[in-house]
């Protein structure tokens, strides 16, 4: 399984936009990243997935250079509703036919603070 | 709404006790995926089942066992418990890994 590093906080101002990005340097071919938003006693809340290049959504982009052993999520414009833990997950992905094992392990999260 | 289901919400109960956790995959989700959340902790892998089968395990205490229904719904069972077994219990489920697994609101579990 592709271990994965992010920065453990990052701090920003409303209205600017955040770039956190996540190291995967063992990353697998068939392995695709996904983000996730967590809020203090919630689930963590899906926000995008990519396998290649960019992907792009209505609250965030996602970009992974050709190598991928790095990704990018990009938060345009924050406000301090973003104020969250966001983590990157690394798996092996699947389709109709996957019976896959997958022990989904997450890092340890990046901790955004949003300042008025 | 992930549309991923458990209950119940909140759980409080003694030491040495034993408890159920429930899941509810979204529709057609054969995947679950069960998490510990500790106080200000990160999330823990704790098992996962495919259609039934146990597919992967992370570290599962032996206390603590799961399994996946027909109906694909998922419980987690917790026995002798122990102070340190409070947390957030989170499941979460999967088609694959396209546009997922998306997690459930969790249960607070609270051992006195």
């Known amino acids: 399984l592709a271990k994965t590093t992010q920065p453990i906080s990052m701090d920003s101002y409303e209205g600017q936009e955040v770039n956190i990005t996540c190291s995967h340097n063992?990353?697998?071919?068939?392995?695709?990243i996904t983000w996730y938003q967590q809020f203090p006693s919630q689930g963590p809340r899906f926000i995008i997935q990519?396998?290649?290049t960019k992907v792009k959504n209505e609250v965030a982009s996602l970009f992974i250079p050709a190598d991928r052993k790095s990704s990018t999520l990009s938060l345009p414009r924050v406000s301090l509703s973003d104020t969250a833990v966001y983590y990157c997950l690394v798996a092996k992905g699947g389709g109709d036919m996957d019976t896959g094992r997958r022990a989904l392990t997450f890092g340890s999260g990046t901790r955004l603070q949003v300042q008025p | 709404d992930s549309g991923v289901t458990q209950t119940p919400k909140h759980l409080i109960t003694a030491t040495g006790q034993r408890v159920t956790l429930r899941c509810s995959p979204r529709s057609g989700d054969l995947s679950v995926y069960w998490y510990q959340q500790s106080l200000d902790q990160g999330l823990q892998f704790l098992i996962q089942?495919?259609?039934?089968?146990?597919?992967a395990k992370g570290n599962i205490l032996e206390r603590f066992s799961a399994q996946q229904f027909p109906d694909l719904h998922s419980e987690l069972n917790l026995s002798s418990l122990e102070l340190g077994d409070s947390a957030l219990y989170f499941c979460a489920s999967s088609a694959g890994l396209a546009g997922g697994p998306f997690f459930g609101p969790g249960t607070r579990l609270t051992v006195l």
């Open positions: 990519g396998y290649k």
């Open positions: 063992n990353i697998a071919t068939n392995d695709y």
């Open positions: 089942y495919y259609n039934g089968e146990e597919r």
